[in-house]
T-cell receptor, first 112, second 114 residues
Framework: RKEVEQDPGPFNVPEGATVAFNCTYS??????FFWYRQDCRKEPKLLMS???SGNEDGRFTAQLNRASQYISLLIRDSKLSDSATYLC?????????????FGKGTHLIIQP | EAGVAQSPRYKIIEKRQSVAFWCNPI?????LYWYQQILGQGPKLLIQ????????DSQLPKDRFSAERLKGVDSTLKIQPAKLEDSAVYLC????????????FGPGTRLTVT
């Protein structure tokens, strides 16, 4: 079983629509959770951290369910510029190590 | 503030050749990471340095990969000899300290092994 699993897509949605991504992780020792965005042939960039209480940043809402080991991302009123790959990321720290574990990513295409 | 710098940006080599990548982290960042991203997959951690010491190299294929950060600033990652399956983007990232700090990624080095 993969440590972080995501639906690779692609998700093709019209501009203005709401789209949701889901992710599950297997390491119950994971302590931090993130969504990263990666544009084609670019480096990953942090989109937002994910907190147990859920958190929102503009049109983006992230949720975490530790009991189910499940993370979600909701994008409302999608824009053409939201087209990218969205990477679900977890981090377990221990012994000074805090490297990130990435899912394969979900490819999103916003259509005009 | 300057970001993470990497060079070269692209490299094409034949299998069994050697290759080296260079990374200069954001100034003042003590922690440096090397990730490998194969096409269609998410990045995978290869090695983590804290200053000039290795914190985690559990996923580094040590029979062919090596990395160093001698003065605790810039770092090199070497592959010797390269295999076809090493074709990937090699991403360097840095963070201020271990634990809880955002990791900033460089633009990566795209390696093609023929």
């Amino acid at each position: 079983r993969k440590e972080v699993e995501q639906d690779p897509g692609p998700f093709n949605v019209p501009e203005g629509a709401t789209v949701a991504f889901n992710c599950t992780y297997s390491n119950s020792a994971s302590q931090s959770f993130f969504w990263y965005r990666q544009d084609c042939r670019k480096e990953p960039k942090l989109l937002m951290s994910v907190y147990s209480s859920g958190n929102e940043d503009g049109r983006f809402t992230a949720q975490l369910n530790r009991a189910s080991q499940y993370i979600s991302l909701l994008i409302r009123d999608s824009k053409l510029s939201d087209s990218a790959t969205y990477l679900c990321v977890v981090r377990a720290t221990g012994g000074g190590a805090d490297g990130l574990t990435f899912g394969k990513g979900t490819h999103l295409i916003i259509q005009p | 503030e300057a970001g993470v710098a990497q060079s070269p940006r692209y490299k094409i080599i034949e299998k069994r050749q050697s290759v080296a990548f260079w990374c200069n982290p954001i100034s003042g960042h003590a922690t440096l990471y090397w990730y490998q991203q194969i096409l269609g997959q998410g990045p995978k951690l290869l090695i983590q340095f804290q200053n000039n010491g290795v914190v985690d190299d559990s996923q580094l294929p040590k029979d062919r990969f090596s990395a160093e950060r001698l003065k605790g600033v810039d770092s090199t990652l070497k592959i010797q000899p390269a295999k076809l399956e090493d074709s990937a983007v090699y991403l360097c990232a840095s963070s201020f300290l271990v634990g809880g700090y955002e990791q900033y990624f460089g633009p990566g080095t795209r390696l093609t092994v023929t």
